[in-house]
């Protein structure tokens, strides 16, 4: 697999060691949403160390219980770093109050800016 489509993202190998998901406009992501992400990102990258490149889509949200889901060390396993590109400032802030409290493992970012994020992770 390199590409799949769910109903609320897609995701996909931009590198060998960058995973590009794309969460769509107005998406409620839920605790499933984020389990089903996790799974496919396994599939593409396996155990292999990689990178995340998070693009939110406008007006996206995510349930406390899936980020509560996102911030546990398995999920973020062998992950070197992830980007979060924001499209507003709520979703800046959530994304900011999520990293100040939830530590991951691994260096997470917020962007608002996609080339920017990309390259940051490039660097990492």
């Known amino acids: 697999m390199r590409s799949a ?3 609320k993202a897609e995701i996909r190998l931009l590198a060998p ?4 998901m794309r969460i769509f406009d107005e998406a409620h992501l839920e605790l499933g949403d984020v389990k089903e992400l996790n799974r496919l ?3 593409l990258v396996g155990n292999n160390a990689h990178s995340v490149l998070l693009i939110s889509g406008k007006y996206t949200t995510i349930a406390k219980e899936a980020r ?3 911030s546990r060390k398995e999920v973020g ?3 070197k770093a992830k980007a979060i590109v924001v499209s507003s400032m709520a979703q800046s802030l959530i994304a ?3 990293i100040k409290f939830n530590r991951t493992g691994s260096k997470v970012r917020v962007f608002d800016n996609e080339a920017a994020a990309l390259a940051w992770l490039q660097r990492q």
Do not use: L
């Open 96 to 98: 900011n109050f999520f």
């Open 77 to 79: 396993e062998n992950r």
């Open 5 to 7: 489509k769910t109903e």
């Open 68 to 70: 509560e889901f996102s």
């Open 17 to 20: 060691d960058i995973v590009y």
């Open 41 to 43: 990102k396994r599939e």
